[in-house]
């Protein structure tokens, strides 16, 4: 069993970044494949990118590409969400989670964080 716990999320002025962080407990986080999630106010939980186990591959949602970069430090146990170019329908909780292997659906994942808020103004 692996927790997640997210942090880095605030209020931007649209056009500005922010860098998510996901910290991992346990011993086995780089067995996980690694993803991004987000969900607005009465809107579904959506897909934002995800992440291979070694960090060598990673895949994005088309609303996101180009602008979003998720890596990983299997050394901290960190998965990030570097979010630049941001837009007000940007703005949502952003959630990381685990899967075993890359995933796209959100009942392919086995963990989930708490959640964290973002915000882009405009």
């Known amino acids: 069993q692996v927790q997640l716990v997210e942090s880095g999320g605030g209020l931007v002025q649209a056009g500005g970044s922010l860098r998510l962080s996901c910290v991992a407990s346990?011993?086995?986080?780089?067995?996980?494949?690694m993803g991004w999630f987000r969900q607005a106010p009465g809107k579904e939980r959506e897909f934002v990118a995800t992440?291979?186990?070694?960090?060598?591959?990673?895949y994005y949602a088309d609303s996101v590409k180009g602008r979003f970069t998720i890596s990983r430090d299997n050394a901290k146990n960190t998965v990030y969400l570097q979010m630049n170019s941001l837009k007000p329908e940007d703005t949502a909780v952003y959630y990381c989670?685990?899967?075993?292997?890359?995933?796209?659906?959100?009942?392919?994942?086995?963990?989930w964080g708490q959640g964290t808020q973002v915000t882009a103004s405009s």
């Open positions: 346990g011993r086995t986080f780089s067995t996980y494949a």
């Open positions: 989670a685990a899967a075993y292997g890359m995933k796209w659906t959100p009942d392919e994942y086995a963990y």
């Open positions: 992440i291979s186990r070694s960090g060598g591959s990673t």
